[in-house]
């Protein structure tokens, strides 16, 4: 699903990220739906910054994108990692992970606490200190801008799980 030359700068680290956007959680979770999208992966970078990478397959209809040639790739790079906890995550090779819910809220001292939940009952937080740096790509691993187009409601608007 990642395009080779995408995957091979996320694991070495050598992401134009200089070039990215840079948004708080809560600016990029109003801007764009991540729910219906499919985690591709997390990547944390424990050797420079301590900064973890969220691979994320958009849902163009969701996020009303036109993307003929498949879905685009959102990359989220969270500084500064204090920690990241999994909940309710099992063990399963085959499954993709659709988002259904995503929310921050700020902890203490800059660090925000953001959690996304899957379809699966799988819950991911990350604590991190903000603002986060954002690129998309297409399909084919080719930089491409995202619309700012407002994002669609959430179906579990009321839920919450940040505590």
């Given at each position: 699903m990642i395009p080779d030359q995408l995957a091979k700068h996320i694991a070495n680290g050598t992401i134009a990220w200089g070039q990215a956007e840079r948004l708080a959680v809560a600016q990029l979770l109003?801007?764009?739906?991540?729910e219906d999208s499919i985690w591709l992966g997390l990547q944390i970078d424990a050797s420079r910054d301590g900064a973890a990478t969220a691979v994320i397959l958009l849902d163009a209809v969701r996020n009303k994108?036109?993307?003929?040639?498949?879905?685009?790739?959102?990359?989220v790079r969270?500084?500064?990692v204090a920690s990241i906890s999994l909940w309710d995550y099992e063990k399963s090779e085959r499954i993709r992970r659709r988002v259904?819910?995503?929310?921050?809220?700020?902890?203490?001292?800059?660090?925000?606490?953001?959690a996304?939940?899957?379809?699966?009952?799988?819950?991911?937080?990350?604590?991190?200190?903000?603002p986060v740096r954002v690129l998309c790509f297409t399909a084919q691993g080719k930089r491409t801008r995202l619309n700012a187009r407002p994002k669609a409601r959430s179906r579990d608007a009321g839920a919450h799980i940040l505590s």
């Open positions: 109003k801007r764009y739906a991540l994108m036109k993307s003929p040639a498949g879905a685009p790739i959102l990359l969270f500084p500064a259904a819910r995503a929310q921050t809220r700020s902890v203490s001292d800059g660090l925000s606490k953001t996304i939940s899957d379809h699966r009952g799988g819950h991911i937080f990350i604590v991190h200190k903000e």
